[in-house]
């Protein structure tokens, strides 16, 4: 049902979209009628019992993925049941991801937590090769607000995961990200970045058909909205996500709309205490996550994943 509902709000956006002539054409009554997506998605394998979660991004897929353990220890998972990993290189696009698949070059995954996949280290076509249930993309940060940089790269992904990947049914995921802090963004203030990345992920859903959204830019910036919002706007250097209630946003964002589903649990009961790495000097401090701002952490969460288009307290973004 979820699924259908974004779905909706996508086609009834994006049907307003007369200009996009290469995606839409019209009929006699000069309605717009709108093409299928480059792919039907499979859905999250709800009622499974396990999860293999395998996430190819950046360093944004890296803060997304870093207190992940600590929650599913808190709400109680059993490691045997799932695995998380993440592949992740400075400041990767789509089109990096591409070549990196192209060439055959190893990479090694870095380990999240749970039982551990055979493969760690290799090519992508033999890290694919493995049974994993969801793989999540994104797009490199500072691309990510501009849906013309996603293709050709993106569809040429689709199709190399589906041509090596063992599970005929994966999921793929998409994860948004995040607008920078406003000093590092000069063109554009972090809202109205974040409108341009919701923009970019409508169109992703709507002409590519990655329709499970981990929507980590919404958490984010509905967090902004309220009293977690810190001088450094919730990033360690006005790019990446501080090593306390920034980081941990993003996990419960991750946990919530993909570990959620299958397991009956909701980020709601999460009481862990993630261990605050070490920073560099030149970072902002860590803002630690307490009893005091979670369940506000939690609802930031929750709002964004029911509604991955709209800011806490804000009308519903809508395309002009």
Known sequence: MKRAIVRYMVVGCLTLLCSLSLSACKDDDNLIIPVEPYIQNHPLPEGQGRLRVLAIGNSFAEDAMYYVPAIMESLGVDPATYSAYFAAHSAASLQHWYAIAESGETIELTYRGGEHMEVEQGNLAEILAQDWDVITLQQYSEYS???????????????????????????????????????????????????????????????????????????????????????????????????????????????QSLFAPIYGITIQNDHSQPVIPELSPQDFPPEPITEENRSLCHQCVINAVEQPFMVLGSNSYSIR
């Open 145 to 255: 607000i501009n849906y013309d940089t996603y293709n050709p790269w993106l569809r040429l992904m689709i199709d190399f995961i589906r041509q090596h990947c063992t599970n005929p049914n994966v999921t793929l995921a998409w994860q948004t990200a995040w607008s920078y802090h406003d000093a590092y963004t000069p063109d554009y203030p972090n809202y109205q970045r974040w409108q341009f990345i919701t923009l970019a992920t409508q169109n992703m859903i709507y002409y590519d058909g990655i329709d499970v959204i981990i929507p980590v830019g919404t958490t984010i910036q509905n967090a902004r909205a309220t009293s977690l919002n810190t001088i450094s706007q919730l990033t360690r250097d006005g790019w990446h996500l501080n090593a306390g209630i920034g980081r941990y946003l993003a996990a419960c964002t991750v946990v």
